[in-house]
């Protein structure tokens, strides 16, 4: 009999500002606290999925709707190609990520999915090709396949997407000295429909922005100038058309630039937002006000976050495992 497993996957920013959809970074909140989903995996007579957690209820009662059976399938169906064979899986979803959050919430239990049944069924897949499965099914959620959720998810730390079949992904410096202030709001953004609102193009002084800022961004990680790195973390891609989305953007904006925050965005397609602090005491404050103001309703959190070097985690699921 197999042995018993859970796997961890982490909340992610996406685009981090200045990327859209090339740029992610894994969250960890400063408290030793978890903040992703886990997926369970044992051995079963049949395939099942049970929802558990406090964001089960949000998501559609149908088991069969829920990404996580997707993934089960999907990794059933790559398996068979490569001449493999699977055994039934009971699996169990803890749905700790609030959903339409810009958290990278699918993200997060598709990654947590394919993690625990590629470890369950001894790695039969490299990290590139299944950070192509992920990629594949966070398209069909979200309208277009884009990876700056389950990269850095999976992997861990600040990713930089190749468009490469491999490495699909680069891995950037992390600053020790960085603390992002988060805060989610409570409401739900369809990352389909804020993608939907964007234009198709866009016009030669902002291509030129963008393409400059991520070059400098790149440089500057690598030459450890973090003033520099935060100095064009600014998006003119996204947020001018999204903000709009948003209540209480600009003036949660408005404060962390007044505590000194080195930059301000929307963490994916939102509502989430993100400052990027110096200490963890300006982190703390920006946070504080974020909860105070920019939360919506009891669903709204903040926390004071770092980026992690490692993303997905999977261990023995023993019974001292929090159910
Ligand atoms: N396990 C799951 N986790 C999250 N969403 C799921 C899951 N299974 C099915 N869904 C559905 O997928 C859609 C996810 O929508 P969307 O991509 O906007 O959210 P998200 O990934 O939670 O957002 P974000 O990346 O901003 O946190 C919703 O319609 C939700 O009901
Ligand atoms: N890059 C994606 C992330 C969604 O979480 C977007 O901004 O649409």
């Known amino acids: 009999m197999k042995k018993a497993l859970r796997a961890y996957a982490p909340a992610s920013i996406g685009n981090v500002s200045l990327g859209f959809d090339v740029l992610g970074a894994a969250l960890a909140p400063i408290n030793g606290s978890r903040l992703g989903d886990e997926v369970d995996i044992c051995a ?4 099942s999925l049970t ?6 209820h949000k998501l559609p009662g149908d088991v069969d709707s829920n990404i996580v059976t ?3 399938y999907y990794f059933c169906e790559q398996m068979e190609l490569t001449g493999r064979a699977v055994s039934p899986v009971a699996l169990t979803l803890h749905k700790n990520l609030p959903i339409g959050s810009g958290l990278g ?6 990654v947590a999915a394919f993690a625990a049944l590629n470890d369950y069924f001894d790695a039969p897949f490299s990290e590139d090709t299944l950070l192509h499965m ?11 396949i884009h990876y700056d959720n389950v990269a850095p998810c999976y992997q861990g730390g600040m990713t930089l997407m190749t468009g490469a079949k491999e490495p699909v992904t680069l891995s950037l410096p992390l600053n020790p000295n960085w603390y992002y202030a988060i805060c989610y709001s409570g409401i739900s953004v369809s990352t389909a429909q804020a993608r939907d609102i964007l234009p198709k193009q866009v016009d030669m002084a902002t291509a030129l922005t963008f393409g400059r800022q991520l070059g400098v961004f790149v440089h500057a990680l690598h030459t450890e100038n973090f003033d520099l790195a935060a100095s064009v973390m600014k998006d003119v891609i996204a947020e001018p058309y999204r903000k709009s989305l948003l209540p209480g953007f600009d003036d949660a904006r408005a404060f962390s630039e007044s505590e000194g925050a080195l930059a301000f965005g929307i963490s994916g397609s939102g509502p989430t937002v993100f400052a990027v602090c ?3 005491e300006q982190a703390a404050r920006i946070a504080r006000y974020l909860n105070d103001n920019y939360i919506q309703n009891q669903d709204g959190f903040s926390h004071v976050c770092q980026i992690p070097k490692s993303g997905t985690v999977v261990s023995p699921l023993t019974e001292h495992s929090d159910a």
């Not at 919430?105 to 598709?110: F, G, Q, T």
């Not at 992920?134 to 277009?144: P, R, T, V």
Request: with cysteine; net charge negative; proline share 3%.
């Open 44 to 47: 079963a007579d049949a395939f």
């Open 51 to 56: 929802v558990k957690g406090p964001f089960a």
């Open 70 to 72: 997707k993934c089960y």
């Open 105 to 110: 919430s699918s993200a997060s239990s598709i």
């Open 134 to 144: 992920m990629g594949e099914l966070e398209g069909q959620i979200s309208g277009s």
């Open 278 to 280: 110096n200490s963890s």
